[in-house]
């Protein structure tokens, strides 16, 4: 069934055929893009035909799976990246959920030989890659190739910090300034890097605290770099350059991809092309590296690190007291946008605190020493020192096309400085260097534009999912429901709730918009249903979705942060409930400076593509296998109603759709059957 946009829903059966979009509706955009830009429909893979050797490859490496099948959206987009790689052109390609998108993108750059950066949105993602992925198709291809891993400095142990720590009165020392259960710590985590092949945390089977591995490792803006270090040879973040330095295949996350960018490619290998996976988050990944954070911790963390060298007191705590000022003077400015030039009693505190580092590093520049050890602690504090001097002028200066905005909490504000538009620094780092490969499950229809790929140099594809949404799952919108705006709509989602989670016997993960909504909804549901309801609340992350997963009675009820990263296959998940859409929030400092900027296109390039993949990447933690069945229910009437509407519903999965909560009971009542 469809969604109407009047009292009168088409019988079952009657879904258009249109692309979702009823006849009599208010048509959605074309899909196809303009000035140059090939979509789904325009270059089919007759292309297929030109790379049979990638089509056998991929054929060989899934056969090799456990419980191999036949993903037709795989070969299509193993091809696509083919032809993207052949003809030097960018390809964005969604991918749903079970595609198969990782080995549809590694197979063709691996065929093809090109070396390739993948960089990934989380480290998770990296490590799976890493551990799992790649040395499977490394046993399985019939070619060779070599990969490698590659992370920021702070996730390797640093050899000097541990060899400062461990000799001299120095070492000691800091040491006696640390709880009995850090030194600990660092003494176990010495003992692993003594083994250790790589000095990656991820190598760990426990969890250090933040303190502890703060103290054995660097940041980028600390390291003075392997020409300068006495243990720059076996260094493990240098071991890992070395090896990323001659492999055919780079994992990397995004984040640090972002900072290859803004140092001009001072960081990374040169490379034929580049994959971001999950590149939903690119633009927002690339505003944060390319940008300016200034956090009043980071002039906590640097009078430490110059407190290792310089035994003074009132300097270290000139350059602590930063921290106090910046805390006082961003805290009233949460959430806000800032003017240019910055107002006054921020220009002040920013001004005094380069006054105050400039007055530090010429101490420190000042200091003459023999000692190898004390030598390093010297580079070490100048560096961060002098990389918070040149974070601190550009927030004096200002620059042009960049807003500034305060972020965080009021007892940890971040001042930030983000570029309008990534797409200049995107072209002249990436897509006029190499050619690019854009995934994801769920791609915002307008990401290309908004990451200034030219549109005469991309591909645009969506290769579907394996899945049968059409028979395996449901789309509920309850389109009676008041506005989410008026005093009804949450008492009334309530009552939605109990009927649905009764329903389907608990298995329900229900998403809100915001932390008081979710409240509200967990305290009145608890009365009124026997099932048992966890928030996002009660336990971290990983313990929470394990405990929702292992229960099937259990419901989850959570925030934003739940709408991606949750994998629960089988029936204990069988109802999945949003709220409202979850469009982005007016008064966002950053958005709302580029919706000025973008002005009457605002809607439909930022808010609409944002809340249209926010909602899909919910629908998507239903479906998970190819058994799965369950509904997805959106308790906001405005997807049933507005004009925007099949701009959102056309960007979810091709589940079959209802208005009718008796529909959405019976079917859920005979998944219960079912198991």
């Not at 988050?281 to 505003?287: G, P, Y």
């Not at 107002?343 to 605190?353: G, N």
Request: net charge negative; with cysteine; aromatic share 4%.
């Amino acid at each position: 069934m469809t969604i109407p946009s009047s009292d009168s829903a088409p019988l079952p059966g009657d879904e258009p055929t249109n692309g979702g979009r009823q006849p009599n509706d208010d048509p959605a955009p074309d899909d196809r893009p303009t000035d140059g830009a090939r979509s789904t429909d325009d270059a089919r893979p007759s292309d297929a035909a030109r790379h049979p050797d990638v089509v056998a490859s991929l054929a060989v490496a899934t056969a090799a799976l456990v419980g191999a099948e036949d993903r037709p959206g795989q070969v299509e987009m193993a091809e696509r990246v083919a032809a993207a790689i052949t003809e030097k052109r960018h390809l964005v390609v969604q991918a749903g959920t079970g595609t198969g998108k990782t080995l549809a993108y590694l197979v063709p750059a691996i065929t093809e030989k090109q070396r390739v950066i993948v960089a990934t949105a989380t480290k998770a993602l990296q490590d799976q890659l890493a551990n799992k992925d790649l040395p499977f198709l490394a046993e399985h291809l019939d070619v060779a190739f070599d990969f490698a891993v590659l992370k920021g400095r702070s996730n390797y142990v640093c050899l000097q910090r541990l060899r400062e720590m461990s000799s001299g009165d120095q070492g000691q020392l800091e040491l006696d300034t640390m709880a009995v259960t850090t030194q600990a710590e660092i003494k176990k985590i010495a003992d692993w890097a003594g083994n250790s092949p790589t000095g990656d945390q991820a190598e760990l089977d426990w969890a250090p605290s933040d303190n502890a591995w703060r103290s054995v490792s660097v940041g980028s803006d600390e390291c003075p770099g392997a020409d300068k270090c006495p243990l720059g040879d076996p260094c493990f973040a240098e071991q890992a350059r070395r090896r990323a330095a001659v492999a055919d295949v780079i994992v990397v996350n995004t984040y640090l991809y972002g900072l290859n960018v803004a140092s001009g490619g001072a960081i990374l290998p040169d490379h034929d092309v580049v994959v971001f996976d999950e590149a939903h988050v690119l633009e927002d990944t690339m505003s944060d590296t390319v940008g300016v954070e200034i956090s009043p911790g980071r002039f906590t963390a640097l009078s430490g690190v110059i407190r290792r060298i310089i035994d003074d007191p009132k300097l270290t705590g000139s350059v602590a007291e930063i921290g106090e000022g910046l805390r006082d003077v961003l805290s009233g400015h949460v959430g806000e946008r800032l003017t240019s030039p910055l107002p006054d009693e921020i220009q002040e505190v920013l001004t005094d605190a380069r006054l105050r580092l400039g007055d530090a590093n010429d101490t420190l520049v000042a200091i003459k020493t023999d000692n190898e050890d004390a030598g390093q602690r010297r580079l070490r504090a100048q560096m961060m020192t002098g990389r918070a001097i040149e974070q601190l002028d550009i927030a004096i200066e200002g620059r042009e096309g960049h807003v500034a905005f305060v972020s965080g909490s009021r007892d940890n504000p971040r001042l930030e400085i983000a570029p309008l538009d990534v797409g200049p620094t995107m072209d002249e780092g990436v897509w006029s260097k190499r050619t690019a490969i854009l995934t994801s499950a769920t791609i915002p229809s307008s990401l290309a534009d908004r990451v200034g790929i030219p549109s005469a140099e991309v591909d645009l594809a969506d290769v579907g999912s394996p899945f049968d949404y059409e028979h395996n799952s449901m789309l509920y919108n309850a389109i009676h429901l008041p506005n989410p705006n008026s005093e009804g709509f949450r008492p009334a989602v309530h009552d939605e709730l109990e009927a649905l989670i009764t329903a389907a016997g608990g298995r329900t993960l229900a998403l809100f918009t915001s932390w008081r909504s979710m409240d509200e909804a967990a305290d009145a549901l608890r009365s009124r249903i026997d099932f048992p309801i966890l928030t996002q609340r009660d336990l971290p992350k990983p313990a929470l979705v394990k405990a929702f997963a292992d229960s099937e009675a259990t419901c989850l009820f959570a925030t934003a942060g739940l709408f991606q990263g949750v994998d629960v296959p089988g029936q204990t998940l069988s109802l999945v409930v949003i709220d409202r859409i979850p469009f982005p929030r007016p008064d966002d400092p950053l958005l709302s400076a580029r919706r000025e900027l973008l002005g009457p296109a605002a809607f439909s390039q930022i808010d609409i593509p944002r809340a249209s993949m926010m909602l899909a990447q919910a629908c998507g933690r239903l479906i998970r296998n190819s058994t799965d069945k369950g509904v997805v229910a959106v308790m906001d009437p405005r997807l049933g109603k507005a004009r925007y509407r099949w701009d959102i519903v056309n960007a979810l999965p091709p589940m079959k759709r209802t208005r009718h909560r008796s529909d959405v009971e019976d079917f859920l009542r005979a998944i219960r059957d079912e198991t």
